[in-house]
């Protein structure tokens, strides 16, 4: 049985920075693209980045790019994205997803195989 589960959220200050996981069991992710969402309160859930199978490619939307790096490793069955540099605009609950994809991946893709549950960031004074 598969199954996705995010960690690593919590509270954070503006400027401050968090290490999100993604752990990811029962499939062989060399045939999966790993991707981040969020859902901010009252907002819809948005793809916040994604990295390709072969890691080789990756995504990010507009306003973290710089600040955010997504990774993989798929032998451990984990993904991670680092968050730097985090503003209170970043509060939301992330999602990790997964899909098969055999090149790439594209930000507005939502229609992931597995999710997980979410974890909760929230940035704020």
């Given at each position: 049985q598969s199954h996705?589960?995010?960690?690593?959220?919590g509270l954070v200050q503006p400027?401050?920075?968090l290490r999100l996981?993604?752990?990811i069991t029962g499939l062989?992710?060399?045939y999966y693209a790993i991707h981040w969402f969020r859902q901010a309160p009252g907002k819809d859930r948005e793809g916040v980045s994604c990295i390709s199978r072969?890691?080789?490619s990756t995504n990010y939307v507009d306003s973290v790019y710089g600040?955010?790096?997504?990774?993989?490793?798929s032998a451990k069955g984990m993904a991670a994205l680092q968050m730097n540099g985090l503003?209170?605009?970043?509060t939301a609950v992330y999602y990790c997803g997964v899909k098969q994809k055999l090149q790439g991946c594209r930000l507005n893709d939502d229609d992931m195989t597995y999710w997980g549950k979410g974890t909760l960031v929230t940035v704020s004074s």
């Open positions: 996705v589960a995010e960690s690593g959220g400027g401050g920075s996981s993604c752990a062989n992710l060399d072969s890691g080789s600040r955010f790096t997504i990774s993989r490793d503003k209170p605009e970043d």
